[in-house]
């Protein structure tokens, strides 16, 4: 089956350690994307990638790093430079070029910092 | 820029009622505008969508008219049930854009 898998669902790490959330897809979209979901704020993007090896800042990108070396991955660092990172982490992707931009969704990773 | 408003919740409903939650939005150009549904603690799926004017999107007894004079795109259903507790979000993609714009979410909660 095609899909979006991100791994771990729960992560616990101490505060000042960088943490990386994995993001895989088998759907052969071009486009892969990081939210991040706070309770009663929606969803904020915080970098999307539209091909391999580019990738561009979305609204709340201060304290994140990626990369997008292959076109399935896309895995998203939380560096320490991140004030408040314990949130909820959704990745996404489509397909590049498509008029309506429909985005397909990873189940999330729950990120705690302790 | 783009901003998508909808109603707040939570909605709360019995099994059975009719449901409506707002969406407004406010976006250059001609945007396709989309619902997706939250269940707890998972990602999110799409739930319908409307790409054009007067486009009725639909699916699992949901409706939304993409109304362009009044900028809206209402998510309806005539009869909820204790499965369609969630939350809601409406999200729209601007002409030539890549990314999507989300509402703030709307949480329903519907009683047996």
């Known amino acids: 089956d095609g899909g979006i898998t991100q791994s771990p669902k729960y992560l616990f790490r101490k505060e000042g350690q960088n943490v990386t959330l994995s993001c895989e897809q088998n759907?052969?979209?071009?486009?892969m994307y990081w939210y991040r979901q706070d309770p009663g704020q929606g969803l904020r993007l915080i970098y999307y990638?539209?091909?391999?090896?580019?990738?561009q800042k979305g609204d709340i990108a201060e304290g994140y790093s990626v990369s997008r070396e292959k076109k399935e991955s896309f895995p998203l660092t939380v560096t320490s430079a991140q004030k408040n990172p314990t949130a909820f982490y959704l990745c996404?992707?489509?397909?590049?070029?498509?008029?309506?931009?429909?985005?397909?969704f990873g189940p999330g990773t729950r990120l705690t910092v302790l | 820029g783009d901003s998508v408003t909808q109603m707040e919740g939570p909605v709360t409903l019995s099994e059975e009622a009719c449901l409506t939650i707002?969406?407004?939005?406010?976006?250059?150009?001609?945007?396709?505008l989309f619902w997706y549904v939250q269940y707890p603690g998972e990602g999110l799926q799409l739930l319908l969508k409307?790409?054009?004017?007067?486009d009725k999107g639909s699916n699992k007894g949901f409706e939304a008219t993409y109304r362009k004079e009044t900028t809206s795109f209402h998510l309806e259903k005539g009869s909820v049930q204790v499965s369609d507790s969630a939350v809601y979000f409406c999200?729209?993609?601007?002409?030539?854009?890549?990314?999507?714009?989300f509402g703030k979410g709307t949480m329903l909660l519907v009683s047996p």
């Open positions: 996404a992707s489509s397909i590049r070029g498509r008029d309506d931009n429909e985005q397909f």
């Open positions: 759907l052969n979209h071009d486009a």
């Open positions: 990638s539209q091909i391999v090896n580019d990738f």
């Open positions: 707002n969406c407004t939005y406010t976006a250059t150009g001609y945007p396709s």
């Open positions: 409307a790409t054009k004017a007067d």
């Open positions: 999200a729209l993609s601007g002409s030539g854009y890549s990314t999507l714009t």
